[in-house]
């Protein structure tokens, strides 16, 4: 699911109406072979997240202009892990983050070694559907 469109049509395109308010840029990123590389030892893809990612703000920044000091992540599912992944890799590029449906991985299987403070919101749907108490439930009928 990790593609600027299936994240267009999954928010209904909430972030281009905010950004056109707002005046913010928003840029939805592709997913490689629609995954990314996030915060887990055992993903063993070769992409350089952090690198896309600073690319990314790079090429924006130069195109469209902006304060690079505004700049925030959204990330949903592997997407969130991603994020997760950012903000111990990049901390000095994101002023803020918000991480969508997507656990930080146990000690044991976190990359990243070198936590560091950042603003981060993580809304979840409550109460939710599927997992209660931080354990998996069987779907409701």
């Not at 928010?11 to 990314?36: C, E, M, N, P, Q």
């Not at 997760?84 to 918000?98: D, V």
Request: charged content about 15%; hydrophobic content about 40%; glycine content about 10%.
């Amino acid at each position: 699911m990790q593609t600027a469109a299936a994240i267009r049509s999954f928010t209904a395109g909430t972030f281009d109406r905010i950004g056109a308010r707002s005046g913010a840029v928003v840029a939805y990123l592709d997913g490689h072979k629609k995954h990314w590389n996030d915060a887990r030892i055992v993903n063993t893809s070769a992409t350089r997240a952090d690198g896309v990612a600073l690319a990314a703000i790079d090429l924006l920044q130069r195109r469209y202009g902006g304060d690079s000091a505004q700049v925030h992540t959204l990330g949903f599912s592997n997407g969130g892990r991603l994020v997760i992944r950012l903000i111990h890799e990049i901390p000095g590029a994101l002023a803020g983050a918000a991480i969508l449906s997507a656990p930080q991985p146990v000690p044991e299987n976190f990359a990243p070694d070198a936590p560091q403070q950042q603003p981060l919101d993580c809304p979840h749907r409550t109460p939710p559907p599927i997992a209660r108490g931080a354990t998996a439930s069987p779907p409701r009928p």
